[in-house]
């Protein structure tokens, strides 16, 4: 169904009525748990049907509203084309203006947009999505040679994979540690932890042991829909293959449960060879998965008080991905 078909979008907030089928970051769980304030905005066709929604958070900070969205739009019923999207996200940006939000800033990496609003700062961006629905020894095919042989070298060197709640200290302190020797920071132990006690058994902890010493983490949260990886870590000099084992540990559990999607959250498009994006890439790739491009974007609703929050991020951080990562929105073009 065209644009002309469905006639221009009319956006207007809708109660949550997320159900396992749904991606887990659009729940009311997560969004109460990583804002301030949250809801969905629902896109209605011309007849009055909702076409699609958008699950937001909303944290205040420094006397500004911040809009993050945790998860692209997610189409409902026939789906929604890349145009009715956008213009959709247009309405959305009016509805935040009117309700005084100050600026949207980089989504999180579970929210992969296919398109972006008029005066928003984009950048291309992407992710890695396993299909969970193939039989195990298709999932292993996908896989390239060395992936698999680093899955059999850490089997026979005895890596154990435990998982539980308990572990969730445990793996927030060596993802810590792993982000802090590329000079990366994680979010607080309270937020995370926060975030688990709201999503009870729909988080899931991997820890990667050998003779009783912790090789490698990996913490997803999930649903039928998908599950997404938040963050991992690994020992200064693991074991060779831990964090491979690690991951298809991971996806052998959630295909055991249902779940339908694996999903790496985040890479960097056409990233500069030598460098840690170009290594998270291939580490990624090489697991079999589909590259699904899309983007990542930022608008300024209230343009001096993005102006000033935009410099802030420069001086303190160099920048967000978006800074980064926008210099290659020239020529950059979505596979449909």
């Given at each position: ?233 690994t020992a200064a000099n693991p074991v060779q293959g ?64 993005f102006a000033a929050y935009s410099f802030a991020v ?23």
């Amino acid at each position: 169904m065209s644009v002309s078909d469905i006639g221009q979008l009319r956006t207007a907030p809708v109660p949550i009525n997320w159900h396992d089928g749904l991606p887990i970051p659009a729940s009311e769980q997560f969004l109460r748990a990583v804002g301030d304030d949250y809801g969905w905005i629902g896109g209605f066709d011309k007849a009055g049907e909702c076409r699609c929604i958008l699950p937001y958070s909303i944290i205040s900070k420094l006397n500004c509203r911040i809009v993050r969205f945790r998860h692209e739009t997610i189409p409902l019923g026939n789906g929604l084309e890349i145009e009715a999207e956008r213009q959709f996200l247009d309405m959305a940006m009016e509805y935040f203006r009117s309700i005084h939000i100050d600026m949207v800033v980089p989504a999180g990496n579970t929210a992969l947009f296919r398109t972006y609003p008029s005066g928003a700062i984009a950048a291309p961006y992407g992710t890695y999505i396993k299909d969970l629905t193939l039989a195990e020894d298709e999932l292993l095919a996908e896989m390239d040679a060395g992936c698999r042989k680093n899955i059999r070298r850490a089997t026979r060197n005895a890596v154990e994979i435990r998982t539980g709640r308990d572990y969730l200290h445990l793996a927030y302190e060596m993802s810590k540690q792993t982000m802090a020797r590329t000079g990366a920071q994680l979010k607080s132990y309270g937020e995370i932890a926060r975030l688990a006690d709201a999503l009870g058994e729909q988080v899931c902890i991997f820890v990667a042991f050998q003779a009783g010493i912790i090789q490698a983490c990996l913490v997803c949260v999930f649903s039928n829909h998908t599950a997404y990886t938040l963050y991992g870590g690994t020992a200064a000099n693991p074991v060779q293959g831990a964090m491979h084992l690690l991951h298809w540990a991971a996806m052998c559990q959630f295909k055991e449960l249902g779940v339908k999607r694996f999903n790496f959250t985040g890479v960097r498009i056409d990233p500069v060879p030598g460098t840690k994006q170009e290594g998270i890439l291939t580490f990624k790739a090489r697991f079999g998965g589909q590259l699904v491009r899309g983007y990542t974007w930022k608008h300024g609703l209230n343009r001096m008080k993005f102006a000033a929050y935009s410099f802030a991020v420069r001086l303190l951080h160099g920048g967000d991905v978006v800074d980064a990562e926008q210099g290659k929105l020239a020529g950059y073009q979505l596979a449909h």
